[in-house]
Nanobody, 125 residues
Framework: HVQLVESGGGSVQAGGSLRLSCSTS????????MGWYRQAPGKERQLVAK???????FWGASVEGRFTISRDNAANTVYLQLDRLTPDDTATYYC???????????????????WGQGTQVTVSS
């Protein structure tokens, strides 16, 4: 089955940087999108950014320009570089993998989404 293992969260002061990593295992022969969502206390989980197998990027929250998403298909890993952090970026960040397809666009692997356990990012002012 598919697993996601996150690392890289922590506590920083405003203006600082962090780099999150998420490695996946299982059904790595399938193409899929990978990305990051975040959830702050009392708020809904929101898309931060995701990237597909061909490295096309999609942004959710208004972080483009401060955050950078990338993936290494050979290493089955997606990264999120967080720069110029503000206290509003404080949240639990969840790695996500979904839209599993084979190279022809057909079904491959699980039908639903897979989530990591979450990693905390805390930004102090």
């Amino acid at each position: 089955h598919v697993q996601l293992v996150e690392s890289g969260g922590g506590s920083v002061q405003a203006g600082g940087s962090l780099r999150l990593s998420c490695s996946t295992s299982g059904y790595t022969h399938c193409r899929s999108e990978m990305g990051w969502y975040r959830q702050a206390p009392g708020k809904e989980r929101q898309l931060v950014a995701k990237v597909d197998h061909d490295h096309a990027r999609f942004w959710g929250a208004s972080v483009e320009g401060r955050f950078t998403i990338s993936r290494d298909n050979a290493a089955n890993t997606v990264y999120l570089q967080l720069d110029r952090l503000t206290p509003d970026d404080t949240a639990t960040y969840y790695c996500w993998r979904g839209h599993f397809r084979d190279k022809y666009g057909g079904t491959c692997g699980p039908r639903g989404d897979v989530w990591g356990q979450g990693t905390q990012v805390t930004v102090s002012s």
